[in-house]
């Protein structure tokens, strides 16, 4: 039997994440992102669920090469845009729209020998100091990049730095709006957060948005908001068993470096699944975890392959249970990947993303009664 550690994909969640985000951003147009391999999930896992979009987003050529051979005719674009010349070709046969942030991107367009121009979005830098013009070098970046044969639409576009978070999105907004007045062509401007958080700032939503952690049902800006405040629903469930049970006394400990040592006599789960897998070693004593979809808490260190859980509450759950580490349970229980994340001092984007090889991933058919 191989090692009792899976990730399930649910491709009903996706597509109801998708359809709660298609509600928040009224008119736009909606990219679904599907960067780092869709978030963790595996692009070719996602495909389907998430086909109900107007197009994908991502970074690697590597990834668009994958999403067209999926059979997807639609938009795709890049957002970081293209690293060296020879990446327009790609550009130029698979149909990508790219991003132009700089102005060596600019001078690679203006070498390119295509017979179909480039849809672009070109990119301001309006305060986040990452990719883009700066205020003052975007209108003259749209003058030359508009004079090139290589270059059909151009698409106005930034990024929030702080959507999520306290400072919002009004300075950059303004200074989106103030460089980019009079010039015409389409509006992309929104990340998760913006979209759920600020849609109600007249224009905001533009013509394209571009949300990549709700769609696979992690809150932007957990813990102001949880996934159920915005009606998602997680994308994956991260679940291994019970391998091993032990019981201990009073002054006992559990597992590397004793760190946690018992004060009464208590029932311990050893669950297969560890810091190998993907789960944060850094996740303290008292992470949440559903053990046969009933709430309890992780005891200890965790472990390269192990982790260990508390039992004593949980007399009907034992040796083959079911741990759900993050997304939902069996009996319907759900554990949103932010709390986990919370206590590990990070976001769910990072333990998504960081889902280790080893771990088999499994998709579920469309059939499946608890598919959601
Ligand atoms: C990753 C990314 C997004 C999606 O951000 P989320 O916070 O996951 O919604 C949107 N736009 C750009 C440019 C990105 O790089």
Redesign the pocket.
Known sequence: MPRPIAARIHPRALRDNLTALRHAAADARVWA?V?ANGYGHGIENVFDGLRGADGF?LLDLSEAERVRALGWRGPVLL?EGVFEARDLELCSRLNLWHTVHSESQIDMLALHKTHQPHRVFLKLNSGMNRLGFSPQAYRSAWTRLSALSQVDEITLMT?FADADGPSGVTDQWAVFQSVTRDLPGERSVC???ATLRHSGIPGLLGDWV?????VYGSS?DFPEHDIAHWNLAPAMTLTARVIAVQSISPGESVGYGRTYVADRPMRIGVVACGYADGYPRIAPTGTPVLVDGRRTRTIGRVSMDMLTVDLTDCPDSGFDSEVTLWGKAGNGAVLAVDEVARLAGTVG?ELLCALAPRVPVEVDSETDAHGC
């Open positions: 992102v960067k987003a957002l990024h990340n998760s957060a571009r949300p990549g952690i709700a932007p984007y």
